[in-house]
């Protein structure tokens, strides 16, 4: 039998479309956020949306600035760099695990999501990129088994999407991304536990040029 998934409260639900508006960039950097104007929006009372403001704020997505009030924090560089650093130590060790921990069922899983990739790539949607990229990397995560991992990676991923975001709209391509995605399941498919590692360290790599590049181009 299926089990029953809890209702999301409204909190959850508030925060959630709230992170998703920052991560997109429909609520761009500096906006400020009115209690009243986003439980109006939302069609909720300004008890959830309080609640989820201080989540956000907890999260580091918003920050309190005196006569403006809560506005949705810079993206900065420095937090990148940190999360990438993160990712460069524990996403090859992701890697190892999964090579050790591989559900029967692993090729068909990894197939479905480069299709899904593919078809997120040639869409030109940057939603549908985002979400296709996080798919790929929670699969691996899940592989490893390792719950520590996924639970703070989910954390990371929320303040990746809004780099990602950025960088898909500058036109930064996206291409190359799921042919090194390739190479990570290519090599562990075949066993090869050190070469998907170094892939993977090497895709971190990439991945942090390409963001660190579009976060530090001046703006207009």
């Known amino acids: 039998m299926r089990q029953i998934q809890p209702k999301k409260t409204l909190v959850e639900q508030t925060y959630e479309t709230l992170v998703d508006a920052i991560c997109s960039g429909e609520l761009p950097p500096g906006e400020r956020l009115a209690q009243e104007e986003i439980a109006t929006r939302l069609n909720v009372s300004r008890q959830?949306?309080?609640?989820?403001l201080a989540m956000l704020k907890s999260n580091g997505f918003v920050e309190e600035t005196g006569r403006r009030g809560v506005v949705v924090s810079e993206i900065s560089p420095d937090q990148f760099r940190a999360i990438y650093e993160f990712r460069t130590a524990v996403e090859p060790f992701a890697v190892r695990l999964a090579a050790e921990r591989l559900p029967a069922d692993a090729a068909r899983q990894a197939e479905k999501i480069m299709?899904?990739?593919?078809?997120?790539?040639?869409s030109g949607s940057a939603k549908a990129q985002v979400e296709a990229d996080i798919a790929f990397h929670e699969?691996?995560?899940?592989?490893?088994?390792?719950?520590?991992?996924?639970?703070?990676?989910?954390?990371?991923?929320q303040h990746i999407r809004r780099a990602m975001n950025l960088v898909i709209r500058e036109g930064i391509a996206a291409e190359?991304?799921?042919?090194?995605?390739?190479?990570?399941?290519?090599a562990l498919m075949r066993g090869d536990v050190a070469q998907a590692a170094a892939e993977m360290e090497g895709h971190i790599a990439r991945a942090q040029a390409k963001t660190m590049e579009a976060l530090e181009r001046p703006r207009p």
């Open 115 to 122: 299709k899904d990739g593919k078809a997120a790539f040639f």
């Open 176 to 186: 190359t991304s799921w042919q090194e995605h390739n190479r990570i399941i290519e």
């Open 48 to 52: 959830p949306v309080n609640n989820a």
């Open 139 to 157: 699969m691996l995560y899940h592989w490893a088994g390792n719950a520590i991992i996924l639970s703070t990676m989910r954390m990371n991923w």
